[in-house]
């Protein structure tokens, strides 16, 4: 028999058995693994909650999402001034996608943003932390905005075609 001196110490020199060391986190599927560059690792945090960017980042995406549908009425004016620019005197108009460019550019760029924010707190954290509700939120939000503004700007290009 070999006798351990360093066991009394604390240090453990042999690991023991394969079947005694229990799972290995942060192989295999990447569900349990943390991508934060702060947790070097690769396991998700012990006992502990999400960094505070995440949360941050929660908050950021519903405020954007909650801003796009609002700017609109910032964007509108140039949108009517790029339509009258356009608009012909008689037959349909050559550039029918000018004014809708224009009208949901800054409301495309504030709804972008805040799905960004909203999918990289997701996919860092999941659902587990308490401002992932807000995340979710903000791409309901996004998502409405979006259909809505696609409905609505195809049938205005439909309507100036017509024209």
């Known amino acids: 028999?070999?006798?351990?001196?360093?066991?009394?110490?604390?240090?453990?020199t042999d690991p023991g058995p394969v079947s005694n060391r229990?799972?290995?986190?942060?192989r295999g599927s990447t569900g349990n693994r943390c991508f934060d560059p702060e947790c070097p690792s690769g396991l998700p945090h012990q006992g502990q909650g999400p960094p505070p960017g995440l949360a941050a980042r929660a908050v950021a995406s519903l405020v954007l999402a909650i801003v796009?549908?609002?700017?609109?009425?910032?964007?509108a004016p140039f949108a009517s001034f790029a339509m009258l620019l356009t608009f012909p005197y008689e037959g349909p108009s050559a550039a029918p996608w000018l004014a809708p460019l224009v009208?949901?550019?800054?409301?495309?760029?504030f709804g972008s943003i805040s799905t960004a924010l909203a999918l990289?707190?997701?996919r860092k954290w999941?659902?587990?932390?308490e401002r992932s509700g807000l995340a979710i939120a903000a791409l309901w939000i996004s998502g409405v905005i979006f259909v809505?503004?696609?409905?609505?700007t195809l049938r205005f290009m439909y309507l100036m075609q017509l024209g």
């Open 120 to 122: 990289a707190a997701l």
């Open 103 to 109: 009208f949901w550019s800054m409301p495309f760029i």
């Open 148 to 152: 809505l503004g696609l409905i609505f």
């Open 1 to 12: 028999m070999v006798a351990r001196a360093d066991i009394g110490a604390g240090r453990a």
């Open 22 to 26: 229990g799972p290995e986190r942060g």
């Open 126 to 129: 999941g659902t587990s932390f």
């Open 68 to 75: 796009a549908p609002f700017s609109l009425a910032l964007s």
